[in-house]
């Protein structure tokens, strides 16, 4: 199903209001370390908004593609959620933030597991958790959990994921790390070449919003109306995404933008009000942290004009307990 469009108004206004604003900011550097990540267009800019009803807003370049990369973290964090259960998933990865860089070659010195799963230790051990007959049909299985979040099939970059297979030798060697203390339990080659793969997955922007939108709509696709993931898990993911998506700016982030969210090197963000709405920014100039930096402050300025912080209480808000009875008032 092809997202509709919605007339013009005042979130649409908004919407192109912020994109103006962020757009000349050209400061950030490309991920060079992956070489078909520094041959990108670097001034591409896309912002997209989709409600959790289905509208979406967008302006710029909201239909150009690029992978995805550490955005598909929690999307395949939620794939062995439903395939395992919570409990199992837990005894492999925790779900503390780091405060290590996204590639550390670490594990928690008490529990002798990964983190979290936003980071690439627990991410590889996350798409080592999920299930299939063989490699082939498991990275199908995260490809077509991924195009139910965004409505549409999505495929893979056969030249990125040829790239990252390359040069990704620090996340061999996370692999290895993770096969000898038994967190994972298969082929470390075979879990680090899925976790290239589903990175290399191609989105666009628009794409990016709809999946967060199916997140916000409690995992219900809300253009196809497909179930991509049940209410409770949903609310475990965007638990972990709330405390870890963005690495080591994450204080930073829930402070000005107070939205649970996710980036990628690719150049994408993911943020999510819960209930309410998706939003996806694709900018592919990189602060320190590895978070687009136009995407960055296009979030601050949305949660900013739309009062989306998700801890931000409206005059209308009421208690949750509007009344107390005894039985015998019953």
């Known amino acids: 199903m092809v997202p509709q469009t919605v007339d013009p108004g005042v979130v649409a206004r908004i919407v192109t209001d912020v994109y103006e604003?962020?757009?000349?900011?050209?400061?950030?550097?490309?991920?060079?370390?992956?070489?078909?990540?520094?041959?990108?267009?670097?001034?591409?800019?896309?912002?997209?908004?989709?409600?959790?009803?289905?509208?979406?807003?967008?302006?710029?370049?909201?239909?150009?593609?690029?992978?995805?990369?550490?955005?598909?973290?929690?999307?395949?964090?939620?794939?062995?959620?439903?395939?395992?259960?919570?409990?199992?998933?837990?005894?492999?990865?925790?779900?503390?933030?780091?405060?290590?860089?996204?590639?550390?070659?670490?594990?928690?010195?008490?529990?002798?597991?990964?983190?979290?799963?936003?980071?690439?230790a627990g991410a590889i051990t996350a798409a080592a958790l999920v299930n299939g007959r063989d490699p082939t049909d498991r990275f199908e299985r995260i490809r077509r959990c991924y195009s139910r979040f965004a409505g549409r099939e999505l495929t893979m970059n056969q030249a990125v994921y040829a790239s990252e297979a390359r040069t990704g030798f620090r996340n061999r060697a996370i692999g290895y790390m993770l096969r000898s203390f038994g967190i994972i339990e298969s082929d470390p080659d075979e879990a680090v070449d899925r976790y290239f793969r589903q990175c290399s997955i191609d989105v666009t922007?628009?794409?990016?919003?709809?999946?967060?939108?199916?997140?916000?709509?409690?995992?219900?696709?809300?253009?196809?109306?497909?179930?991509?993931?049940?209410?409770?898990?949903?609310?475990?993911?965007?638990?972990?995404?709330?405390?870890?998506?963005?690495?080591n700016a994450a204080g930073d982030w829930v402070t000005t933008v107070g939205l649970p969210a996710k980036s990628g090197v690719g150049g994408g963000i993911l943020a999510v009000l819960p209930g309410q709405i998706g939003i996806a920014v694709y900018s592919p100039r990189l602060d320190t942290h590895g978070n687009s930096v136009r995407g960055v402050a296009a979030c601050r300025a949305l949660s900013q004009r739309l009062e989306l912080h998700f801890l931000h209480v409206t005059r209308s808000a009421r208690t949750a307990i509007r009344a107390a009875y005894t039985v015998a008032e019953v």
């Open 205 to 247: 922007c628009r794409d990016l919003a709809l999946m967060a939108a199916t997140l916000a709509n409690n995992g219900l696709n809300p253009l196809t109306h497909e179930r991509a993931l049940t209410a409770a898990l949903t609310e475990r993911v965007l638990s972990v995404m709330t405390t870890c998506g963005m690495y």
């Open 21 to 120: 604003l962020c757009r000349g900011d050209d400061s950030g550097e490309l991920a060079d370390y992956i070489p078909e990540l520094a041959a990108v267009q670097p001034d591409s800019f896309g912002l997209c908004l989709a409600t959790a009803d289905g509208r979406v807003y967008g302006t710029g370049d909201v239909t150009t593609e690029f992978t995805i990369q550490s955005i598909s973290k929690p999307f395949t964090y939620a794939l062995a959620l439903a395939d395992r259960g919570i409990a199992t998933v837990a005894e492999h990865i925790d779900v503390e933030p780091s405060g290590d860089a996204f590639n550390e070659i670490s594990l928690d010195p008490v529990t002798e597991r990964p983190r979290n799963p936003m980071i690439n």
